[in-house]
């Protein structure tokens, strides 16, 4: 009788430990003396263990290793299949079988071929292609977004971002599984911050001074000269018009407040112009009023305030766009210690100097170095001096701040602060950050020396994002510091230029005023996150009724499941229909993830999804049409699976498992929870009249 296993393992255990080879076959001898090895002998891993410590076949005085050796070695017939014990066992099966049984033996087996896996690739800003996504670490992504300048109302320009990267970050998390790690900045410290805040500022103590009517026609007046300068010297057309529309609108609101005090008009009605001319010329009033008064607003909180109201305004924002908080959130405000300790090392490893109390970055130390390039993303731009001065902000390009600098493509890593400028402690002296070494210390804090993926609008590649990379490699000495630079695309208004400055743009409140949320991520999916997208009414009338045509079909699905059915009628027989609706259903599946793969197309995605809904609904008409009830499975998968899907893109919020949730404008009210109750009960109802009536027709 054979050893039993437990036994086996530990004589094996003694004989393995036998280092002498004469004493380990002499051990050996022994022990299989006292068990069979031929009439159905299965061998265990014990027995290829010492099997394998033979440098060749035993001397023929140890007969029962002999016999042992060459059964063996009949099994695995020789081959070099020796070292592996599971092809050992499966030949010795395969014998062992043929053997007991006498004429049969399994046939070989071969893995299917499969097929090649698609793999995700986004267009990468740092190599203007498409490349596979592959992050640095297994399933982990570090990822930094570039989030607001707090100054004023969220727009639908943020959306176009903040809804793009929403979308990508879900699709990468949810549909990818991969372990996002997300963070974004609140830029709360800035030129166009600091002059919006002395402007406000400054503006609401002139209107509590409450000047006379003929003290506000003087110093409108006044600051219409200053503007007209300002006008004369404005190239831009865009921003040219919209400077002379506020020039036409003070002028429409001068004439009635003049001509009412030189008429000497009831007080109410000079009272009525007077406030009228004041609302009209506060931009004229509030940027003449600046020049004259700016550098004396010193108090370093009333920078404070503005940004923090606005950041909350941002948050209240995407939070009713249904955009995901950030896993971290950072802002320049409370950053300042490590942006100093960021611009120093800049310097320290050569590639910024100090002038005047300000510290540059040097774009041509850093440029002419072997192992940096600048201006990675958009090389064509340097020089582009326009784009520089933007950059460094209207308050950092006077004569004097040129003057400072080594070459014109240089840029501010820390700005010495002048009188009605807030301002920190620094190695240099009083100052503030400058506008791309923010990002740098905050990402740099948090995500290290490299990131996976960095994002932004497009209009922030240059200078902004080169700025950035710049810096950071010459702070890590390193040329990867961001591995995949996504930007999203420009958004238009009807065709027009959407910008803050020109006063064209609409507000994401208002733009939610006339829309749903859900209807304004869908207009996004319906198109690439990194193309120019226009916001018009026909953009809007597509989301609509893309959404209206998604309902019906869940709201159809969700009927025919209500009817009433036993635990085994909702298993049906398929016929050749359901087999060919669950091969489209497939079809549609492998389509929607090769659109996803190709970097992140949503567009075709939901053209996919369109076109599944409507072979659905086909399949449906002609089930009802030929008075059978359609498959309920086959269809609730379908749908579940739709559903699931406009959950990942962010345009579901409930729990529900299919549809969207039935709940008017607020979104978190779920009135078809509520009513389903009583559906079910008319439904069994309706049901139950129906089998009466058959019954009854057949008797």
């Not at 949320?517 to 319906?526: G, I, N």
């Not at 025919?560 to 079809?587: C, H, M, S």
Request: a negative charge; glycine letters at 4%; hydrophobic letters at 35%.
């Amino acid at each position: 009788m054979a050893a039993a296993p437990a036994e086996q393992a530990s004589s094996y255990s003694f004989i393995l430990s036998i280092s002498e080879e004469e004493a380990r076959v002499k051990a050996l001898n022994e022990y299989l003396s006292t068990r069979s090895y031929i009439q159905g002998f299965t061998f265990s891993h014990a027995d290829v263990e010492v099997f394998r410590k033979f440098s060749g076949p035993p001397v023929d005085q140890y007969f029962h290793v002999v016999r042992w050796y060459r059964h063996i070695e009949a099994i695995y017939d020789g081959s070099s299949e020796k070292n592996d014990p599971c092809k050992l066992q499966t030949k010795q099966q395969l014998k062992s079988d043929s053997t007991s049984k006498g004429k049969r033996v399994q046939p070989p087996w071969s893995p299917p071929e499969g097929t090649k896996h698609s793999r995700l690739c986004l267009y990468n800003s740092l190599t203007r292609n498409k490349e596979i996504f592959q992050p640095q670490n297994g399933k982990k992504v570090t990822w930094y977004c570039c989030g607001p300048t707090v100054y004023d109302a969220s727009h639908m320009g943020h959306a176009r971002s903040y809804i793009s990267f929403d979308i990508l970050r879900r699709i990468l998390r949810d549909y990818f599984k991969f372990d996002v790690f997300y963070c974004m900045n609140i830029t709360d410290i800035d030129d166009k911050i600091i002059k919006r805040t002395r402007q406000n500022y400054l503006f609401e103590q002139y209107r509590k001074n409450k000047s006379t009517p003929a003290q506000l026609l003087e110093d409108v007046k006044t600051a219409s000269e200053l503007f007209s300068v300002k006008l004369s010297e404005t190239t831009d057309p865009d921003k040219r018009q919209m400077l002379e529309k506020i020039q036409n609108a003070v002028k429409s609101a001068f004439d009635p407040l003049q001509e009412a005090v030189q008429a000497k008009l009831p007080a109410e009605e000079i009272s009525r112009c007077h406030e009228i001319l004041l609302e009209e010329a506060k931009d004229l009033l509030s940027d003449w009023l600046d020049s004259k008064f700016g550098s004396q607003v010193t108090d370093n909180s009333i920078f404070s305030e503005l940004p923090k109201f606005w950041e909350g305004e941002f948050h209240k924002d995407m939070e009713a766009l249904n955009v995901l908080p950030p896993d971290v959130l950072t802002r320049v405000s409370e950053y300042v210690p490590e942006i100093v300790a960021f611009v120093k090392k800049i310097v320290d490893n050569g590639y910024g100097y100090v002038s005047n109390g300000s510290v540059y970055f040097d774009t041509v130390k850093f440029g002419s170095s072997e192992k940096h390039s600048y201006a990675k993303l958009v090389p064509e731009a340097v020089g582009d001096q326009k784009a520089l001065q933007e950059g460094e902000g209207d308050l950092s390009i006077s004569a004097d701040r040129l003057c400072e600098k080594h070459s014109p493509n240089d840029f501010a890593l820390w700005k010495s602060s002048k009188p009605g400028e807030p301002s920190w402690d620094s190695p240099w002296g009083k100052g503030r950050p400058g506008w791309h070494i923010e990002c740098s210390a905050m990402a740099g804090s948090i995500l290290g020396e490299s990131m996976d993926i960095h994002g932004g609008g497009f209009d922030l590649r240059f200078p902004h994002h080169d700025n950035e990379l710049a810096q950071s490699e010459a702070y890590f000495e390193n040329d990867n510091w961001v591995r995949y630079f996504l930007h999203t695309g420009h958004l238009t208004i009807a065709g027009c230029k959407m910008s803050k400055s020109l006063k064209n743009f609409i507000t994401i409140k208002d733009a939610l005023q006339k829309h749903t949320a859900r209807q304004l991520r869908l207009a996004f999916l319906m198109h690439s996150w990194k193309d120019t997208l226009d916001y018009s009414s026909n953009t809007m009338e597509s989301a609509i009724q893309y959404e209206k045509f998604m309902n019906e079909f869940f709201l159809n699905v969700k009927d025919i499941l209500r009817a009433p059915t036993d635990v085994t009628g909702q298993f049906q027989k398929w016929e050749n229909q359901e087999a060919e609706l669950n091969k489209n259903f497939y079809d549609k599946k492998a389509a929607i993830h090769e659109a996803l793969c190709d970097n992140v197309d949503t567009r075709s995605v939901l053209e996919e999804m369109r076109s599944l809904v409507s072979q659905s609904n086909s399949y449906i008409a002609a089930k009802k049409s030929a008075r059978q009830m359609p498959n309920r499975l086959l269809l609730e998968n379908i749908s579940c699976y739709l559903t699931q899907m406009l959950k990942i893109f962010g345009a579901i919020e409930s729990d529900d498992a299919i549809g969207f949730p039935v709940g008017g404008n607020n979104q978190n009210i779920n009135i078809e929870s509520t009513v389903m109750p009583y559906l079910q009960v008319l439904s069994e109802f309706r049901e139950g009249v129906r089998q009466i009536a058959r019954e009854k027709k057949s008797n």
